[in-house]
Structure formats: structure tokens, C-alpha cells
């Protein structure tokens, strides 16, 4: 489910998010922050988003985190790949913008000035 008001799923603890969030703020923009790590997206949040971005589960994954590895999710199928998000968000890669039904990751952070 795509929330109706422009959020970002943000970790204040990477440099991209927080450059994300204050070049959408000088811009003039206040989305909603929602903390993904710890408010974790549900299975249907993760396939909306997933969708809404255009891309496949594999494309949305941080392969270079551990747990990347130790559930051995290279060779993983899409179903498992979103179960591994939903179960460990910090699998996401990050961060994401949520606006009108559309969504960008902010790699690098002006991806996501398209769809604001």
C-alpha cells in the first residue's frame, strides 16, 4: 500500500538518506519520515514499492550486507528475496521516496527530484 503523502523510508544513520532528506527539505518539501528499520514495511508494502519503482526484488536488495550473505540470497527467487526485506529491512536499499504513486531510491540523491 503506497502512502497518500510524500514519505521517505529514511535511516539517520547512512549519509545518502540524510543527504536525501535535506535536499528534499531545501527544495521545500517535508515528507513523512518513517524510520523503515524499525517501523518495518509490511510483504504488500515492499511489492507495491517494488512495483511502483519498476524494478525487481534483486534491484531494491543491499548485497553488501552480512545478512545478505548469510541467508545466501544471491541465488535467491523474487518471493524470497521480499520475504528476506520484510524480515530484515536493512535489506532495503535505502532511501526510498513515496509520492503519489510513484517511488525513487535515492542512488544518488537527485533520483528522487523526478517525482516530487
Request: negative net charge; proline residues 7%; aromatic residues 2%.
Amino acid at each position: 500500500m503506497m502512502p497518500s503523502q510524500m514519505t521517505i523510508w529514511h535511516n539517520p544513520r547512512c549519509a545518502k538518506s540524510r543527504e536525501t532528506l535535506a535536499l528534499l527539505q531545501d527544495a521545500g518539501h517535508q515528507p513523512a519520515v518513517r524510520l523503515y528499520l524499525t517501523d518495518t514495511p509490511s510483504e504488500a508494502e515492499v511489492i507495491a514499492v517494488r512495483n511502483a519503482l519498476g524494478v525487481t526484488a534483486d534491484d531494491m536488495m543491499r548485497k553488501g550486507e552480512k545478512i545478505f550473505r548469510e541467508l545466501n540470497l544471491a541465488t535467491a527467487t523474487e518471493d524470497q528475496l521480499i520475504d528476506a526485506m520484510v524480515a530484515h529491512p536493512i535489506l532495503i536499499e535505502r532511501p526510498v521516496l513515496l509520492n503519489n504513486g510513484k517511488a525513487a531510491i535515492g542512488r544518488p540523491p537527485e533520483r528522487v527530484l523526478d517525482i516530487v
